[in-house]
């Protein structure tokens, strides 16, 4: 029974291959938008472990200067292990680029990473007799690299040397990077022409984007390097801590290392941002599953009905059909993997430069498991698919049925009824999670429901917003009034993919008025913190100010420190109290008593240190309002002291809690600093540039003016907004192409009316534009559907997403020229997916169309 | 009105030609009404659909007399045959005559609307006359998927003679219908043509409904005799 059956569906191929053609590309599209996403995902999650990760095995503990003023020296390191403190390793670290012939052939600078290998090998092959611990090498797997690493970067040598170890893509990258360039040595270089060891790859994801070499080639190749740390091997006893504290220098301290809460916390974070971006991607492609599946299905009606006359039950129609969904599903899983994971190299460079923006990790490349990748894939591609199928296929039922009872008024109301009953629900739970959720996911999951809420008023009153529409039509436009009638009608046919539409339509107004308001945002603020003509970063003392005093010139250092609050890490920087930056600080909030223009007080209490200033991140993070008290260390002096909170200002893209105190808290001898705002007049500025090149500093190089400052913030915002914006277009393009699916199916039903008024004299050409405003229309009407939900959509991400995953906020700005973009790109979009289907209608001679209908 | 001269038409399938029509020649007078028989696949379908300028002959001419000229219809372009359907054929078929998502009323106005661009009221009162004529006037603001299939055909008659075409060409009116419709609406078609001096070709397997038109056409072999 079934083999037969079988065949007649494979040769049903021949006279649907478009059908077809739509399913499988719509299933590969699905597949490789998840597979991309999952190879972006874990890739970006190693990279992410590694940053955590140490070098080697079972550290626990590491030796850092105990400021940012402070530096680990060599003879430091030469003292403690002299003192009996062999367990220590030092590490070196410098960011750099590559470069061959002179020319620089990286992007992004990339991670060198110096280790002493030889004390580690030395310590690792001797009895651990005097640490407590337990090294053995169990642990090993979780650390970049093991024994036969480390004896391979101290012992190997080539007859260019030493050996440096690196990611087999960072390797590749540098090679093609080199072949652009036409470079006829292809020996990679450093700025000033020492040759790096030879590369070679180590298929580690972990390694990210670093190059790990021993120390001395780190020092023989950037001679100025600092020790970052000294790493102590094995867990160590408490007398052993007490030693090792006794001995250090005051200049030094010893961290343990126990961020584990902290990186699964951020890792979680950014697993779910990114399962989210996949899921919407993959949710949008399974209803041009389920349109496909229909186009499918309607264009075998025919015979279907044959095989049912012919005795073939119901079930075994199903089960077959089935059976070519979990096949066509395994096609274009490989497919779409393969697609996937070419599109996550393309998009390599933009993720990471994102994902770096955002989390402030290093991503590099991830290894691909292909058998896993698969078989994630396939399984939730093969549930989706299955999912997707049976709506479909169920309709298909009730087709092969004589009575249709889907038209019956009772079954209609009823339908309506269950709509408005869905409506409810969502917006129910939708709003207890906006109003209770603590955890980032039930907020993506309020978010989704907002978006369905959104699809069920669509449902219940799209044709009713249609005849409204219909009723502006005036009665001199016959043609165009008889297509919005029959857009009503199409209404209840294309439900689904006006859902997807409806969906990829929100969630762009939503997310572009996001970015918008964040644009705006960020801008104006931007705009008035950086109240300073110029602007100086380095982080170690040129005497500048002492230059600026010379020339007249008014000059701010900005002083950090870093310390804790409840346990957790938070910043304490400098902020002085001119009139000046006075008027540079942007709040978001002022404690009660400096509310009504008060704020001439504000900054008297703020001068006389009674208050402090917190950003959006502290607040939001230990809710703290402002008017509140915190005990913090005094930046100096490190005593504990109530502050009260005079107010909680804006600080976009950081993702630390901040406090701001006043400059003379800090002091300038002991406290760190990276930052020295200028203000000056020509005059001043170029006789300090003089004073400066005088010293030997390049002035050119050192200081940004403001507007270089403003624009080049703006350029990394707009780069981070890019996914953003893709994924968009993406989503956009996917739904529009459940719209071409289903206009498909749809262009069959309304044949015999457009042959009918084809045969009135109306021109082909004419017919595809009332084809074509009919199908516009349905898309107006639920982007005028998508604007107030997405409206809602930005707030909810903006006050609640934005909230709780980066603990900042900011006004919601409504453009109209916005909303208006995504109304114009949206239709764009489908004007370009249904033309093909459109002018193949079109080109479709009216007397063939005659034959065929009667 | 209408002269066929020595038209011509054949179709290649699978490698075989098949002559349809062989130096066929007609003419016929506005107010004429003829019918036209024949076996299935004789090619009745496809004169139809030449005097429609839907399809073109390999050879011969069919001419036109508008106004004071005559115009050869196997030269026309797309946009003047769709001219030509505007303002001068109105078509029936056997099924599909009626768009589904507008009323009767609307439905028959429609070609009135294409054909003129305005809808007055002196088209009010025609097709309140048509209509009433057809008997199908107290249904006007329903929609077609509610009317029985003789009603349909009815209105679809009413549709096909709104915009006052000189020539009305039907394709087996009334092949969906039982014996009774039948009757009823084929007489209804000529009587109404003849009423609105509305030259009728009808295709038909019926000799019951032929028997009705002044003209018995009978085509075999690719050739037409009067019966």
């Not at chain 1, 126990?258 to 916390?265: D, L």
């Not at chain 1, 955002?358 to 698969?374: H, R, W």
Request: a neutral charge; glycine letters at 6%; aromatic letters at 8%.
């Amino acid at each position: 029974m079934y083999w037969p059956f079988l065949g007649v569906l494979l040769a049903s191929y021949r006279n649907s291959k478009f059908s077809l053609l739509m399913l499988l590309c719509s299933l590969i599209i699905a597949c490789s938008g998840l597979s991309a996403v999952l190879v972006i995902n874990s890739s970006a999650k190693q990279s992410y472990s590694s940053n955590e990760q140490f070098l080697v095995p079972n550290v626990f503990h590491q030796i850092i200067p105990a400021g940012n003023d402070k530096i680990l020296t060599k003879q430091d390191y030469a003292n403690l292990r002299r003192a009996g403190f062999t367990e220590l390793i030092a590490i070196a670290q410098t960011q750099q680029h590559v470069f061959v012939e002179g020319k620089r052939i990286t992007q992004r600078r990339i991670e060198y990473t110096g280790i002493d290998t030889y004390a580690l090998l030395s310590y690792l092959s001797v009895p651990k007799a005097l640490s407590s611990t337990s090294t053995e090498n169990d642990n090993e797997d979780s650390s970049l690299l093991n024994t036969g690493n480390f004896s391979q970067l101290a012992f190997s040598s080539t007859d260019r040397g030493s050996v440096a170890l690196l990611h087999p893509e960072l390797h590749q990258n540098l090679i093609d990077a080199a072949k652009v360039i036409q470079a006829n040595d292809g020996e990679f270089k450093t700025e000033d022409a020492r040759i790096l060891p030879q590369l070679q790859s180590l298929e580690n994801a972990a390694l990210g984007n670093d190059i790990i070499m021993d120390i001395s080639n780190l020092f023989a190749l950037y001679p100025d390097s600092q020790l970052s740390s000294l790493l102590v091997i094995g867990e160590l006893s408490p007398t052993r801590v007490r030693r090792i504290k006794e001995e250090l220098p005051e200049h030094l301290s010893l961290q343990q290392l126990n961020t584990a809460a902290q990186t699964s916390e951020l890792t979680n974070s950014f697993h779910l941002n990114l399962m989210a971006m996949a899921l919407l991607m993959f949710v949008v492609c399974l209803f041009i599953v389920v349109n496909a599946v229909n186009l499918l299905l309607h264009a075998r009606l025919a015979w279907l009905k044959i095989c049912r006359q012919l005795g073939i039950g119901r079930q075994q129609l199903f089960l077959v059909q089935l059976c070519e969904v979990v096949i066509l599903t395994l096609i274009a899983t490989i497919a779409g993997m393969l697609l996937g994971i070419e599109l996550a190299k393309l998009a390599s460079p933009t993720v990471q430069s994102t994902l770096e923006n955002l989390y402030q990790v290093n991503v590099g490349f991830g290894n691909i498991s292909l058998t896993g990748l698969f078989i994630q894939v396939f399984f939730i591609s093969l549930l989706g698919c299955v999912a997707a199928s049976i709506l479909p296929l169920q309709k298909l039922n009730q087709d092969l049925s004589s009575t249709k009872s889907s038209d019956h008024p009772a079954r209609q109301k009823l339908w309506t009824r269950i709509t408005w009953g869905l409506f409810i629900a969502f917006s129910f739970t939708g709003f207890l999670l906006l109003n209770f959720a603590q955890a980032l996911w039930m907020l993506l999951i309020a978010t989704a429901c907002v978006i369905l809420a959104g699809c069920c008023v669509l449902l219940v009153n799209y044709p009713l917003a249609l005849k409204q529409i219909n009723k502006l039509i005036p009665s001199s436009m016959p043609l165009l009034s008889m297509s919005a009638k029959q857009s009503m009608a199409l209404s209840g046919k294309t439900k689904i993919a006006c859902c997807a539409f409806f969906i990829a339509a929100t969630s762009n107004i939503g997310m572009n008025l996001m970015v918008d308001s964040f644009r705006g945002a960020t801008f104006t603020w931007l705009e008035q913190r950086l109240s300073a003509d110029y602007y100086i970063y380095s982080n170690t003392e040129l005497g500048i100010n002492d230059i600026a005093a010379a020339s007249g010139v008014i000059i701010h250092q900005r002083f950090d420190n870093y310390t804790k609050y409840q346990g957790k890490d938070i910043q304490q920087f400098s902020y002085p109290s001119t009139p000046r930056y006075q008027e540079a600080m942007s709040f978001y909030d002022l404690a009660p008593a400096f509310q009504q223009n008060n704020i001439q007080n504000l900054w008297a209490s703020f001068e006389e240190k009674n208050g402090v200033l917190i950003n959006q991140q502290f607040a939001f993070g230990f809710d703290v309002g402002a008017g509140d008290q915190i005990a913090i260390p005094h930046p100096s002096t490190g005593q504990l002291n109530n502050y009260l909170v005079l107010g909680i200002i804006y600080d976009f893209g950081n993702p630390s809690p901040q406090v701001l105190m006043p400059v003379d808290m800090f002091d300038p001898s002991t406290s760190a600093f990276f930052i020295y705002s200028i203000q000056a007049n020509p005059e001043q500025l170029s006789s300090f540039k003089k004073a400066l090149e005088a010293k030997g500093l390049d002035a050119q190089d050192r200081m940004i003016s403001t507007s270089e400052l403003l624009k080049l913030s703006m350029k990394a915002f707009d780069d981070t907004f890019i996914i953003t914006d893709g994924l968009n277009i993406v989503t956009l393009l996917v739904a529009a192409l459940s719209l071409a699916c289903a206009i498909v199916v749809i262009m069959n039903d309304v044949r015999p009316q457009n042959m009918l008024v084809r045969s009135l004299g109306v021109s082909a050409f004419k017919t595809q534009i009332l084809a074509l405003f009919q199908y516009l229309l349905l898309c107006f009407v639920a982007l005028i559907f998508a604007t107030p939900f997405g409206i809602l959509l930005s707030w909810v991400l903006i006050f609640e997403i934005n909230y709780q995953a980066f603990s900042w906020t900011y006004p919601l700005l409504l453009s109209a020229s916005k909303i208006a973009k995504v109304y114009v790109t949206s239709l764009c979009v489908v004007c370009i997916v249904i033309a093909i289907p459109l002018i193949r209608a079109g080109k479709r001679p009216l007397i063939s169309d005659i034959r065929q209908m009667n | 009105m209408i002269s066929i001269d020595n038209i011509s038409k054949s179709y290649t399938d699978a490698g075989e030609t098949r002559v349809i029509l062989n130096e066929l020649s007609l003419s016929f007078e506005q107010g004429d009404s003829l019918s036209i028989q024949g076996a299935s696949g004789s090619g009745k379908s496809t004169l139809l659909h030449l005097l429609a300028a839907l399809d073109k002959p390999d050879s011969g001419k069919i001419m036109l007399q508008h106004e004071d000229c005559m115009l050869n219809l196997s030269t026309f372009s797309e946009k003047q045959a769709d001219q030509y359907r505007k303002h001068h054929v109105g078509l029936i078929f056997q099924r599909f005559n009626l768009i589904d998502c507008i009323s009767v009323w609307d439905n028959v106005k429609l070609p009135i609307q294409i054909s003129k661009g305005t809808y007055g009221e002196e088209s009010d009162a025609f097709l309140k006359e048509l209509l009433s004529s057809l008997g199908v006037y107290q249904h006007r603001h329903k929609l077609p998927n509610r009317l029985s299939g003789g009603e349909q055909q009815r209105v679809a008659i009413a549709r096909g003679l709104a915009h006052k075409p000189p020539l009305l060409l039907a394709d087996e009116p009334t092949g969906n219908l039982d014996g009774k419709n039948s009757d009823s609406v084929s007489h209804l078609l000529v009587e109404t043509c003849k009423a609105q001096n509305t030259a009728l070709l009808m295709v038909t397997h019926s000799q019951k409904v032929a028997r009705l038109t002044e003209q018995q056409w009978y085509l075999e072999d690719a050739r037409l005799r009067a019966i």
